[in-house]
């Protein structure tokens, strides 16, 4: 856990597309008897979130502010993905009295979590040698949306750049991953990894089976994995086993370009719930599955974090490194 020196008061915040949560951090790290949650869809913007969690918890004074938002950032601005908000530092600043600032993509703040979150709090679920000292990471995002970040330990400090990856292509290996493809492509004929690597593309794996299956039924993805955690629906099951190998796939290849033998780490809702599933619907063997390399891909552990306060503790991080 990150500790902060004890004269240092810092907020931080984790903007996502329904909530925003909030808390402070001083000598001892996360204080999460802080921790509070706010409806966006109730407050104008961010600043207003700021002021009014301040005069809930009674500061005045803050020595630095960190946000983490769901959406691409640029100049130390961010721009939401799925919320009319626009956040930047001097907004920050402004709001809070703070001297300094930084806006970061959400999955930058889970990439300076690393080394920070308790051993008790990673699950693996593809084991990998032993690995040097400040060896490349990466992050993979899978809950509302996806993404990815590698993670970067340098003389300078840790570098965790942005990306947008779950706008990119989504991969095609079968005939049944082109059908899959043509059914959640949007209208501009583009499917995406997002389409189907979240928490909605799992709803719509579910309306591809089902309607393979001559069912046309829908189902919401905390129900589908519930019926697949019981064993009550076969279309479930199925929707779930694309996932997990579409997902193994997606990880392998972005292991390929980032070559993280420091682990990959995967984040989010939707991949903690995929958890249990990843060994019986064979994420391992999608993962490796790269023809002459597949060897090579034995270098690469594959983790789950499990600590829900990752990236509030990766924004206190980057504000101390």
Known sequence: MTQTPASRTLLVADVGGTNTRVALASGGGLRTDTIHRYKNASYPGLETVLRAYMEEQKVSDIDGVSVAVAGPVRDGRGVMTNLDWSIDREALMRATGAAQ??????????????????????????????????SSRLVIGVGTGFNAAPVHDTLQGRFVPPSEAGHANLPIRTQDDLELCHFVETAHGFPAIE???????????????????????????????????????????????????????????????????????????????????????????????????????QNFAVHIVEDDFAALTGLIAHLEN
């Open 195 to 297: 389409d189907v690597l979240s928490g909605r593309g799992l709803e719509r794996v579910y309306r591809w089976h089902a309607t393979k299956a001559g069912a046309h039924t829908e189902r919401a993805a905390a129900d589908i994995m519930a019926a697949c955690n019981t064993g009550d629906d076969d279309i479930a099951a199925a929707a779930v086993g694309s996932f997990v190998r579409i997902l193994g796939t997606v990880c392998g290849n972005l292991s390929l370009v980032h070559l993280p033998f420091g682990g990959v780490y995967l984040v989010g809702g939707v991949a903690r719930a995929m958890a249990p599933h990843m060994q019986a619907f064979e994420f391992t063997e999608a993962f490796r599955d790269k023809g002459r390399f597949a060897g090579f891909m």
């Open 101 to 134: 600032a930084a806006v970061l993509n959400d999955l930058q703040a889970q990439g300076h979590a690393l080394g920070h979150i308790d051993e008790a709090n990673l699950r693996n679920v593809v084991t990998g040698p032993a690995t040097l000292p400040n």
